[in-house]
């Protein structure tokens, strides 16, 4: 099998999946709960759906050419911004910003959107996407912080791992010749390892009784398999792309056990 | 080369002077189609400046760029009136339909100018795809912000989601009809598809 046709493969089983969860949310607020949460939250699917339609489009009709700017961009900043919006409408407020870890979040993506730039050498598109990644990052933080879903040791943990990431693939632009394939394949080994970390983590806290915890864990794992995304390429790229698809099911269960 | 500017004086006068007879909704329908057709011709410059900004050539813009520009210019009124007049629900998908019908309506005159039309075919397609999509996109605009405000979720995220719907929609049009084989018959066929799903759409919210 052809690696296009491969990463079609992909796409599709992501487009299903979404297809599949946004049925569920439609229903859900079509049938009386309508509850801000979801609303955003099918609103932000459709957005993403639609982004990942014209996507498996632009592959199948122009295969093996990179694509400009063009409209499905917009329809992910949407997204991100209806998903922060979700998450802010599922935890409780009064909000606490706690201004170190939303520095934090902040420099992280900062980090991020310079690595993108140096990737793609789009500069417009690159730095609006890191807003709303921005936004939708601290937003999860902050949530995280109000519902105590870490504990300090983790979140020392956490800040050190992405200070970690952020060096490694810096390394991979600006060190020296010979460590730059290595350096690779740490950073795909510690954004998969620490993927799976949260994964767990948020499945742990699943049926807890703290619905907001989950919420908040769930929109952090999505949020990093959008980054391990945005970082991968190849076969990296489809194996992030299925966990993204595989976030969908737990932030909607997540919302929806909240909203019960 | 074609002359858009007079084109638009010549189309846009009668209707012009119609409206110092007509009153009511059909006054409102003939402004805003008068408002679609102003609106694709500033959709076409502010493309063209993107095309030589961007340094795409002129296929990849109509391509990439056009449905980004000519969706935010159909937003932009139905977002005004919107916000400002707080109109009633079919007021609001009125105003977004005569809007995109004024913008098909040009769009299309210009495009026959400059590669004629003797084909009655090809016209009969351009007409119900190209002319049906620019209805389709901005009708479900307007729905999706009708939504948004019966849930009460209005917010500049929601607005820009209304708008990357639409974006969406127009930009997977011209990039299928872009394609070879059977991805041109795909995409003609969207615009209908689309506009029957929103008419069946339109219908459950006016009856809600």
């Known amino acids: ?16 999946v979404m297809l599949f969860v946004l049925i569920f949310a439609v229903r859900r607020i079509v049938f009386g709960e309508r509850k ?39 329809a992910e900043w949407a997204m991100f911004l209806m998903f922060a919006a979700s ?22 993506t900062l980090g991020n959107t310079l690595l993108w730039i140096g990737w793609s050498g789009e500069w417009v598109q690159d730095v609006l996407t890191g807003v709303c990644v921005g936004y939708l990052l601290c937003m999860i933080v902050a949530c ?48 998969f390892v620490c993927l799976a970390a949260l994964f767990l983590r948020a499945l742990a806290l699943r049926k807890t009784a703290f619905p907001e915890k989950s919420c908040s ?9 959008i980054l391990t995304m945005y970082m991968s390429a190849g076969m990296w790229y489809n194996f992030a792309l299925a966990a993204d698809a595989l976030s969908f099911p737990m932030m909607y269960t997540a919302l929806g056990r909240e909203a019960a | ?51 030589q900004a961007s340094g795409l050539d002129a296929n990849d813009a109509a391509i990439f760029l056009s449905p980004i520009v000519e969706e935010l210019m159909k937003l932009l009124p139905v977002l005004f009136y919107l916000l400002v007049f707080l109109p009633k629900e079919r007021a609001l998908t009125d105003t977004a ?14 495009y026959m100018l400059s590669f004629g039309a003797e084909s009655f075919f090809y016209m009969l397609v351009r007409g119900m795809a190209a002319g049906v999509m620019h209805i389709a996109s901005i009708l479900a605009t307007a729905l999706w912000l009708i939504a948004v405000r019966r849930l009460r979720v209005f917010s500049f995220s929601a607005v820009l989601g209304a708008l ?14 872009s394609g070879e084989g059977p991805f041109p018959v795909i995409g003609c066929a969207m615009p209908l598809a689309a506009a029957v799903l929103l008419w069946h759409l339109h219908q459950k919210f006016a009856k809600h």
């Open chain 1, 1 to 16: 099998m052809s690696s296009e046709l491969v990463d079609l493969f992909f796409t599709a089983f992501h487009i299903l």
């Open chain 1, 36 to 74: 801000m949460k979801l609303v955003y939250f099918a609103f932000g699917m459709t957005s993403f759906l639609l982004s990942d339609l014209y996507w498996l489009v632009y592959g199948v009709v122009r295969p093996g050419t990179r694509m400009p700017f063009a409209a499905n961009e917009i």
């Open chain 1, 87 to 108: 998450l802010d409408a599922a935890v409780p407020k009064p909000r606490r910003l706690p201004p170190g870890k939303m520095l934090a979040a902040a420099i992280f």
């Open chain 1, 144 to 191: 995280l912080a109000q519902t105590g879903a870490l504990r300090k040791a983790e979140w020392i943990l956490w800040g050190l791992l992405c200070a970690i990431l952020l060096a490694a693939q810096a390394g991979t632009f600006y060190g020296p010749e010979e460590l730059r394939q290595p350096l690779d394949t740490f950073c795909y080994i510690l954004l």
């Open chain 1, 217 to 225: 864990l769930s929109f952090a794992v999505f949020a990093w398999t």
């Open chain 2, 1 to 51: 080369m074609i002359y858009a500017e007079n084109i638009l004086l010549c189309i846009a006068v009668p209707l012009l002077i119609s409206l110092l007879f007509l009153r009511g909704k059909t006054r409102r329908f003939v402004l805003n189609f008068l408002a679609g057709m102003v609106l694709c011709l500033l959709a076409a410059y502010i493309s063209g400046y993107l095309q």
């Open chain 2, 97 to 110: 339909v005569g809007i995109g019908a004024g913008f098909a309506t040009f769009e299309n005159c210009c």
């Open chain 2, 164 to 177: 990357s719907i639409s974006m969406a929609v127009h930009a997977l049009y011209n990039l299928l009809v």
